[in-house]
Nanobody, 128 residues
Framework: QVQLVESGGGSVQSGGSLTLTCEVS????????LGWFRQAPGQEREGVAA???????SYSDSVKGRFTIVQDKAKNRLYLQMNALTPEDTAMYYC??????????????????????WGQGTQVTVSS
């Protein structure tokens, strides 16, 4: 069982920045991928950024150039640095992890459905 705890959410004005942190109970050497996801009210959960054990990273088109995913293997932490925030970024942000690897498009690391372990989320609210 892998436990994840997110922190760092809050309220910021448009154009501002936030850094989210995810504390992971398992060593990263046992995990294939970790990711950040978000869900706004009335919308489906979507992938924001993900990283695999080779260090390959995927970003959603909506955050490319603004968000950066960073992993600290020594501390078992995953970060999401968010810059140039807009009201459209308002959502609950979740951290997720999985140890499984399948070379199939259905198991792409940016897809939320492939993840088994999830945190409780941290709210990000961006005002205009």
């Amino acid at each position: 069982q892998v436990q994840l705890v997110e922190s760092g959410g809050g309220s910021v004005q448009s154009g501002g920045s936030l850094t989210l942190t995810c504390e992971v109970s398992a060593s990263f050497e046992f995990l294939f991928c970790l990711g950040w996801f978000r869900q706004a009210p009335g919308q489906e959960r979507e992938g924001v950024a993900a990283i695999d054990s080779d260090g390959d990273i995927s970003y959603s088109d909506s955050v490319k150039g603004r968000f950066t995913i960073v992993q600290d293997k020594a501390k078992n932490r995953l970060y999401l640095q968010m810059n140039a925030l807009t009201p459209e970024d308002t959502a609950m942000y979740y951290c997720a992890a999985d140890y499984r690897y399948y070379p199939s498009p259905e198991w792409d690391i940016i897809l939320p459905g492939r993840y088994e372990y999830w945190g409780q989320g941290t709210q990000v609210t961006v005002s205009s």
